[in-house]
């Protein structure tokens, strides 16, 4: 049923009720004229053999009214006579019998003849046995009729002129008084004959009948047929130009401008305004994909050439990140050698302290090892000079951590823009750019912590030489100046104890700086751990962004394809 189209649906629908009602009412109209026909036949039948009927009731009447005066006359019933003057007249009765001459019988109780109109031979004769060609008895029949008031008996007797039997009906009525049977028959042949003529009258008039009522079911069929065609052709005619119209829009180069024509208010003309509808909607749909196809492009292209210029970014990003990871290498190596400077320092002051004692207890001796102690100060001297000499190498290292700790920040800073520019895959990266931050200032603080305390370590190794020199330069004049030389060497150890503090210090502020380093060099892998995650996250970036420019470059020569 799917596959037939919509004119043959409509033909079916409006075409196959009518044949359908057609025929029913044709079969239901025959159907109705056979069984009035049915009706008319038997209704004439019964009233032809109604009619028979009463004929033969009227010529058994016409024969007693003809022996009444004989009947009724007293003591009839025992004079033979009067009975025979009636029998005689009985036999003279004649009636037309379809032809033939009808007749008069009379039997008694027994069925012994006592009187018959044709054929008196039979008179006499008992007949009570007698078998019609039918096997029916006869006389019996016709005997039991008449003592039930009168009645009939069909019968089938040989017609003399065909020589065949033909059937007969008979009627009998009892004389009481006599107690014979008086009765009748005739032919009944042509009643069937007419029966016959009307069955075939009948029949005539019923093929007219279904011949008038087939034509006029042809021509009404035609009629409704050819309405059928017109009204399905109004129907199709729109439809087809609806297909029509959009076998236009989905074929080839889709024209969205194509409108179908709205002539009417049934559902056609809702269809066509609905498809108009439809259109501009499309229509509308297909400049704003159009639109936002060109758009999309546009976006695309800026897409793919910020996600190129991310990848170069993060390219540098990893650059310098792995210089940042060397430097942090050699900032700790750095860190490294401060705390081994530091201890070699450490052990020099150690020494000098060792020396001041000695010196001490020289003062107390006499002048004559001034000479010594001034050798002593001389060493003394040499050894605060290469303290010196030490801390200036310090304060060299110190500004090359320094300088690494600004360059950390500064390559922390542009990891930490760079990081922002990549966004989402950026984050882990910002937050361990600022990381690093915190350790450079850390590490710029403790490094000027360092400062100070070398400066200050600078400071007294000055003063101590100035005095050393004071007391080189006055050990020969007095022992005053001795002891003068004996508090400058306290002072001189309380110098060298300062000295040693402040060189544990620097030991352990080295080896701080030495763990710092290795945890920002730990970082700085991370960091280009992270880097080299978020370059493979940009080239995967710029792949789906030059699939979506494909995708939309696609979509935008689909789009194009329609006429807007």
């Known amino acids: 049923m799917k596959n037939l189209t919509i004119q043959t649906r409509v033909l079916l629908l409006a075409l196959v009720p009518v044949i359908v009602l057609t025929a029913f009412l044709t079969s239901y109209n025959l159907n109705q004229a056979r069984f009035i026909g049915e009706e008319a036949v038997a209704g004439f039948s019964s009233d032809m053999e109604e009619s028979k009927r009463q004929e033969l ?40 019998d379809s032809g033939s001459t009808g007749y008069f019988f009379a039997y008694d109780t027994k069925g012994v003849n006592v009187m ?86 009948v029949g005539d008039s019923l093929r007219d009948a279904i011949i008038g009522s087939v034509t006029t079911s042809l021509i009404a069929l035609a009629l409704i047929v050819l309405l059928a065609l017109v009204v399905v052709r109004s129907i199709i005619r729109p439809l087809k130009s609806a297909v029509s119209a959009m076998n236009d829009i989905a074929s080839g180069d889709g024209d969205l401008t194509r409108r179908l024509d709205v002539s009417g208010k049934d559902e056609l003309g809702q269809l066509a305004t609905a ?117 200036r190498r310090i304060d060299s290292v110190l500004e090359v951590i320094r300088e690494i700790a600004d360059q950390t920040n500064l390559l922390a800073l542009n990891a930490a823009i760079e990081a922002a520019r990549a966004g989402e895959a950026g984050r882990g990266f910002a937050v361990v750019a600022d990381e690093v931050r915190t350790l450079a200032r850390r590490t710029q603080q403790s490094t000027q912590e360092i400062q100070d305390m070398i400066e200050r370590l600078q400071s007294g190794a000055g003063n101590a030489v100035k005095l050393i020199g004071s007391i080189s330069e006055r050990s020969e004049a007095t022992v005053e100046e001795t002891r003068q030389v004996n508090e400058a060497l306290q002072r001189i150890g309380q110098a060298v104890a300062t000295i040693t503090d402040m060189n544990t210090q620097i030991a352990s502020a080295a080896e701080e700086q030495t763990s710092v380093s290795e945890t920002i060099n730990q970082n700085v892998h991370e960091i280009v751990a992270i880097t080299e995650q978020t370059a493979q996250g940009t080239r995967r970036a710029g792949d789906a962004t030059q699939r979506l420019k494909n995708l939309a470059s696609e979509m935008s020569d689909e789009v194009s394809r329609y006429r807007v």
């Not at 009975?83 to 037309?96: D, S, T």
């Not at 019996?140 to 020589?163: F, H, I, M, Q």
């Not at 401060?338 to 107390?364: F, I, K, P």
């Open 57 to 96: 009731q009227n010529y058994l009447a016409v024969a007693k009214s003809s022996i009444a005066h004989l009947y009724d006359q007293p003591g009839s019933a025992d004079d033979p006579e009067v009975r025979e003057k009636a029998w005689e007249i009985l036999r003279q009765l004649r009636f037309n």
């Open 116 to 201: 018959h109109g044709v054929n008196q031979s039979l008179e006499g004769r008992n007949l009570w046995d007698f078998q019609d060609p039918n096997g029916t008895y006869l006389i019996r029949e016709l005997v039991k009729a008449a003592r039930g008031g009168g009645g009939y008996v069909p019968y089938g007797w040989k017609n003399s002129d065909t020589g065949e039997v033909a059937p007969k009906l008979g009627y009998a009525e009892m004389l009481p008084k006599w107690g014979i049977m008086i009765g009748t028959g005739f032919w009944v042949d042509g009643l069937e004959t007419q029966v016959t003529e009307m069955e075939n009258h």
């Open 275 to 391: 498809f108009n509808s439809f259109a501009d909607q499309v229509h509308g749909l297909v400049e704003r994909v159009l639109s936002s196809t060109r758009t999309l492009n546009e976006a695309t292209a800026d897409l793919n050439q910020v996600m190129t210029e991310a990848e170069q970014g993060v390219e540098r990003q990893k650059s310098e990140s792995d210089q940042v990871a060397t430097a942090m290498n050699e900032m700790t190596a750095a860190a490294q050698e401060v705390a081994s400077n530091a201890s070699e320092a450490s052990t020099a002051a150690d020494h000098a302290n060792g020396q001041v004692c000695d010196a001490q207890g020289l003062v107390h001796q006499a002048t004559e090892v001034i000479g010594g102690l001034s050798e002593q100060v001389s060493e003394g001297v040499r050894v605060i000079e290469q303290l010196g000499a030490d801390s």
